[in-house]
């Protein structure tokens, strides 16, 4: 089992910015991909951007390229992801998650994941 504990969250203005982290804990030697997701409400569950093992593999939903930036620290346990020029429609919270599985397409990145975190909130004012 893998626990995951995001934090960082808070209220911010529209075009600022906010860094997320993800304390991981237990079994993570197996832990291969991870993700960042976000659920607004009444809408469902979005996939943000996820990290291969080594940091060195990154995929984006469209809608956050060129202004998130997923990041891990394998030494720490710990992912991250810095959020740039925030717009009130990602008011969200925001959760991360952890594969036991290795994946190599975006499809794989995007929707296979084994545990999850209770989310942090994310709030962008107007």
């Known amino acids: 089992q893998v626990h995951l504990v995001e934090s960082g969250g808070g209220l911010v203005q529209a075009g600022g910015s906010l860094r997320l982290s993800c304390a991981a804990s237990g079994r993570t030697s197996r832990t291969y991909g991870m993700g960042w997701f976000r659920q607004a409400p009444g809408k469902e569950r979005e996939f943000v951007a996820a990290v291969g093992r080594n940091g060195g593999t990154t995929w984006y939903a469209d809608s956050v390229k060129g202004r998130f930036t997923i990041s891990r620290d394998n030494a720490k346990n710990t992912g991250y992801l810095q959020m740039n020029s925030l717009k009130p429609e990602e008011t969200a919270v925001y959760y991360c998650?952890?594969?036991?599985?290795?994946?190599?397409?975006?499809?794989?990145?995007?929707?296979?994941?084994?545990?999850w975190g209770q989310g942090t909130q994310v709030t962008v004012s107007s």
């Open positions: 998650a952890t594969s036991d599985t290795y994946c190599s397409t975006y499809e794989c990145y995007r929707q296979r994941y084994d545990y």
